[in-house]
């Protein structure tokens, strides 16, 4: 086939939906497609799906992104996904137990326990997390032995597709940094991380970079979908797709994604690591590339919960509102940490509030605290990562978030950064994983051409006496808040019912 002809299919496993994208040879966006998900809390803190559903959306997805295009175009399939879960199989690949997802916080106490092991940090460049999978796998080991007797392959959740795709147990280092069973500056796994939660390598897929091949599709399967048995990347963590579809792969680099959690993604051409302010040190989907997250668990996912919470209709209805009442001085501060946080607090039991309530607030000021409080948030994590040296000078807004005017600016205003918007950004993750099937493919071709940075379409340039309201005014209540309610939600956790003995 020539190859000015070929296209290159993209899947993105999220947490609220499946993606799926095909990209041609001059990098543009053909089609898409999604298919919806569900998330399923069955105690408090606790955060699973089925891995069933997964490939049900996937074959979805698949089959409509395919529907008006001759499939025997299709060169390559890479892939994407949340990170972190806990996928487990028994030696017949049968599923043991519902996916435990990245935003589950059940494992804290064995967070406290992984701890103790030697040299952790220094191996894995992170702190043990709840959301992190050997903490899970932990968890499972103490708490469903029958089920941990039975594992015979712990698989990420892109890599479930892979094995439905291709029939191999693979992955990448970018996804498979998020486990605590990574050595991050080697790549490669860690024989003393998977023995502290009681597993061997013979548990872990083969790792490959995440632009190379990692299996074929399954004869099968191409044939109901009309493609060749074509190669599949290995890929990356949704994070690391995302920013290999906005072209954020050269050190210095940087993203924000406004998604469910909000992500600071800044590209390192070296290992560096902060755990002592929970700062994720991964690998990044290409070779010899290493990049730095902060990451907080509930961002855009705080303007639904604000929305459902004080009436309106929707977001947009919620950001109307907002921007036409205006962020007031001295106004409601709303602390975003819904389902617990991680950088900088590493704290699974803190819990979302709205303080500094007065008889004349309004919902709009509610509104307006909830973006703000994401906001402000993300000022923490910025300046965890920028505590190692790493610092940008702008930053590239990806994720739904970046669909509001009037949020952006105010978040140029908080971080004190040019934020710019760019086209394609809402499918970063799976535009990402198609230009690494792309890369596959064509291991010879140069980042610049696969990997361009879209389109500017948007640039918000900070205020500088803003900046300076909210980083020694609010942000200073913003972090005296958290500590003030840090012992309530310490002492809440003491009464936890739900816990398993």
Not at 13 to 29: F, N, R, Y
Not at 153 to 168: A, I
Not at 233 to 245: R, S, Y
């Amino acid at each position: 086939m020539d190859a000015s002809a070929r296209l290159y299919l993209g899947i993105d496993l999220g947490t609220s939906s499946v993606k799926a994208v095909l990209i041609d040879a001059t990098g543009a966006v053909r089609a898409s497609a999604s298919r919806p998900l569900s998330v399923s809390h069955p105690r408090p803190r606790w955060s699973e799906q089925d891995p069933h559903a997964w490939w049900s959306a996937t074959e979805g997805a698949v089959t409509d992104v395919l529907k008006d295009i001759d499939a025997r175009r299709v060169a390559a399939i890479g892939l994407s996904g949340q990170m972190h879960g806990a996928t487990l199989l028994d030696a017949d690949d049968r599923v043991l137990r519902p996916a435990i997802l990245w935003n589950d916080g059940r494992s804290d106490v064995e967070c406290a326990e992984l701890e103790r092991v030697p040299g952790l940090r220094d191996i894995t460049g992170n702190l043990a997390m709840p959301g992190f999978t050997a903490p899970k796998l932990a968890w499972v080991r103490k708490h469903e032995p029958a089920v941990f007797a039975k594992i015979a392959k712990v698989l990420l959740p892109k890599d479930y597709l892979r094995l439905r795709l291709t029939g191999d147990y693979m992955t990448d280092p970018s996804d498979a940094a998020g486990t605590l069973w990574l050595d991050v500056r080697r790549r490669q796994w860690s024989d003393a991380m998977l023995e502290a939660t009681g597993l061997e390598r013979m548990h872990m897929p083969l790792l490959f970079e995440g632009s190379h091949p990692a299996g074929r599709l399954r004869p099968e399967l191409a044939a109901r979908w009309g493609m060749d048995t074509v190669p599949v990347a290995a890929g990356g963590g949704d994070n690391a797709a995302g920013a290999v579809g906005v072209g954020i792969v050269r050190h210095g680099q940087a993203m924000l994604s406004l998604g469910t959690s909000g992500v600071y993604f800044a590209v390192s051409d070296g290992f560096r690591a902060s755990p002592e302010t929970a700062v994720h040190s991964f690998c990044h989907a290409l070779p010899d590339t290493w990049h730095l997250m902060s990451v907080m668990l509930n961002a855009a996912s705080c303007l639904d919960f604000t929305a459902r919470l004080t009436g309106y209709a929707d977001v947009p209805a919620l950001l109307a509102d907002a921007q036409a009442k205006g962020l007031r001085e001295n106004g409601p501060m709303f602390l975003p940490y819904l389902t617990g946080e991680r950088t900088p607090h590493n704290d699974a039991h803190a819990r979302g509030s709205f303080t500094n309530l007065g008889p004349d607030t309004e919902r709009a000021d509610l509104a307006n605290a909830a973006l703000e409080g994401v906001g402000l948030g993300l000022l923490d994590g910025l300046l965890a990562v920028e505590g190692t040296g790493l610092v940008a000078d702008e930053i590239t807004v990806i994720g739904g978030g970046s669909r509001s005017a009037y949020w952006t600016q105010m978040l140029a205003d908080i971080l004190g950064k040019r934020l710019v918007l760019r086209s394609g950004g809402e499918v970063g993750p799976a535009l990402g994983a198609a230009r690494l099937a792309r890369l596959a493919v064509e291991p010879d071709a140069s980042l610049d051409v696969v990997c361009p940075m879209p389109e500017v379409t948007a640039i918000r340039e900070p205020d500088a006496a803003r900046h300076a309201y909210f980083l020694q005014t609010r942000h200073p209540l913003f972090r005296l808040t958290y500590e003030r309610m840090k012992p309530l939600y310490s002492h809440a956790a003491q009464s936890d019912a739900f816990r398993p003995a």
